[in-house]
């Protein structure tokens, strides 16, 4: 980048020049009013061309790889559920920087996004490629990279929209059914039954059954026949971390039918007594879930 000066009236400018703008084609300039002494405006002009050229060095030489793993995934793990992160992480690490990583942050073209989704869902090694969702959510999170770097300056568009994404191929509608009677008890009485009852009864899908037939995540309420599904466990790298859910509906409560309170009602009592014997102190949750 240059810096000269210009006049308007009595007072003086330095003009810097940054080139030419990559989507209009048009030249790019910034004007900083300097005061009415012409000295003045060439030293801002100087000393602000040289700050803007050793910000552009750095930014010139940024691979896409860099600024995923060393900027952008950093900055991401302060505002998203670990889980939502870990799923970032891993996609960054399996699929964006074995293709793209050397590649420079401002030589990033469309082509190369689309070789990227192409070798993705097909593998010319002979493996089997991506789900479209798979590589549709790849793209996904290429594109909020990059919206992050035009929003920091480091580049000057989001080329991931232009590049022809994934498509996602449309689920065949078919016509569900619901199970028969002696088709969920068959299904129910192979383990985990609990949870599967409690699906059978109450119409929650599989993860919201299993944890809530799992104490203290669940609040069972015996006298009022409801279920109260209040946090869950997401396994991250082997570790379990609980979460409160992403929306207001994952945190709720379900009326119960006198079976699944009976089922539900003996599979805690089980619980606690196999806690009790493996010396579990199972005092707090239960004293905690009578308050409630």
């Not at 000269?4 to 330095?14: H, I, L, T």
């Not at 070789?115 to 991506?130: F, K, T, V």
């Amino acid at each position: 980048m240059k810096g000269y000066v210009a006049r308007k009236g009595n007072r003086w400018y330095a003009v810097v020049y940054a080139g030419v703008d990559a989507i209009s084609g048009r030249e790019r300039r910034s004007w900083h009013a300097a005061g009415t002494e012409r000295a003045d405006a060439e030293r801002l002009a100087a000393r602000l061309a040289s700050e803007r050229n050793g910000r552009n060095d750095s930014a010139r030489s940024l691979s896409f790889g860099a600024f995923l793993t060393s900027r952008w995934l950093p900055g991401k793990r302060l505002v998203l559920a670990t889980s939502t992160y870990d799923g970032y992480r891993r996609n960054v690490e399996r699929h964006m920087l074995p293709a793209l990583g050397r590649v420079r942050l401002r030589q990033l073209r469309p082509h190369h996004l689309e070789a990227l989704y192409e070798r993705l869902l097909h593998p010319i090694d002979g493996r089997a490629g991506l789900a479209p969702k798979t590589a549709y959510e790849v793209h996904l999170v290429i594109r909020g990279a990059l919206s992050d770097a035009v929003r920091r300056g480091l580049v000057s568009r989001n080329v991931a929209l232009v590049a022809h994404a994934p498509r996602l191929r449309s689920i065949p509608k078919v016509e569900q059914q619901a199970w028969t009677a002696e088709e969920s008890k068959r299904s129910c009485e192979r383990p985990p039954g609990t949870a599967c009852f409690l699906r059978s009864g109450s119409g929650v899908h599989r993860d919201a059954a299993q944890r809530a037939a799992r104490p203290p995540l669940g609040h069972f309420d015996t006298n009022a026949a409801t279920l109260s599904i209040n946090r869950g466990l997401v396994a991250v790298d082997y570790e379990l971390h609980e979460t409160r859910g992403k929306t207001a509906n994952a945190r709720r409560r379900i009326d119960l039918d006198p079976s699944t309170v009976s089922v539900l009602s003996a599979w805690r009592t089980w619980q606690g007594a196999e806690q009790e014997a493996a010396g579990v102190d199972t005092a707090g949750w239960m004293s905690t879930r009578r308050r409630r």
